[in-house]
């Protein structure tokens, strides 16, 4: 738990950098806004309707929990494989972000 918000800080900061001047409130608040509905209400949600689910079928409700629980670790193979995706693209879309604003009438 100590760690499990350290990739917040980073991962605002990255969308802000890969951002063209004039969008980056845009981007943070809609970063901001997805992680919120994803991770904070639809995630403890989604683990609840499983061990519910489970415990329906006829598993006792400690195991139903612990299989929802574990389910719910789905997500970081989800994200860990998205980031070794976007890790090929990052260091270009960063180079090409001012030419990008340039393009779009930004005065940089």
Same mark, same amino acid.
């Given at each position: ?16 950098? /890969? ?6 409130? +845009? ?5 901001? /806004? !997805?992680? !919120?509905?994803?991770? &904070?209400? &639809? ?8 061990? +519910?689910? /489970? ?9 139903? &929990? ?16 998205? /980031?070794? &995706? ?23």
């Amino acid at each position: 738990m100590m760690f499990s918000s350290v990739w917040i800080g980073s991962a605002i900061a990255l969308c802000n950098g /890969l951002m063209i001047p004039r969008m980056r409130a +845009t981007a943070s608040a809609t970063y901001i /806004l !997805t992680v !919120t509905f994803i991770g &904070l209400a &639809l995630g403890p949600f989604t683990i609840g309707r499983i061990s +519910t689910s /489970l415990e329906a079928g006829g598993m006792a409700s400690g195991e139903a &929990l612990r299989i929802g629980l574990l389910w719910g670790l789905g997500g970081y193979v989800v994200a860990v494989f998205f /980031l070794f &995706l976007a890790r090929r693209h990052v260091r270009a879309d960063e180079a090409g972000r001012l030419q990008r604003a340039r393009e779009l009438g930004e005065a940089v």
